[in-house]
């Protein structure tokens, strides 16, 4: 009897270190579980942080574009106009043969030029005098 008593306590005693054994692994298994959770959240955070950062760069970026592409019409618009003024003028100095004029009407030209060199040194005297910063 005493030996059916021995056993059953051999055996209890290594079903409580086997329970012992069993009880540490899966605490362990839980902290390191934890742990991976804790890394993940952290490791979320940052990819959060970093998502919203990019999102705002490309508005920002999204913006500039926008502002180029304004500009950009804008300039093509300038030269479009300025284009147009230089065959305006092309074709204006296309009907009017100068040197043929010169030659058939030379005082015409001469009053020209004249009224011409006259309005230059007034728009010269205007914007060099010194009593205009007064």
Do not use: C
């Amino acid at each position: 009897m005493w030996q059916l008593s021995a056993a059953l306590g051999v055996g209890l005693i290594l079903l409580g270190g086997s329970f012992k054994l069993y009880y540490d692994k899966t605490e362990a298994e839980k902290q390191a579980l934890r742990g991976e959770l804790q890394q993940a959240i952290s490791n979320q955070a940052i990819l959060e942080g970093q998502i919203q950062s990019q999102n705002q760069q490309l508005e920002e970026q999204l913006e500039r574009e926008k502002q180029n592409q304004k500009r950009i019409n804008q300039l093509t618009d300038a030269a479009r106009e300025a284009e147009k003024e230089v065959s305006d003028m092309r074709q204006t100095f296309a009907r009017h043969n100068l040197n043929m004029l010169s030659i058939r009407k030379p005082g015409l030209i001469e009053k020209i030029i004249n009224r011409g060199t006259v309005k230059v040194n007034e728009d010269l005297s205007a914007i060099t005098d010194p009593s205009q910063l007064n």
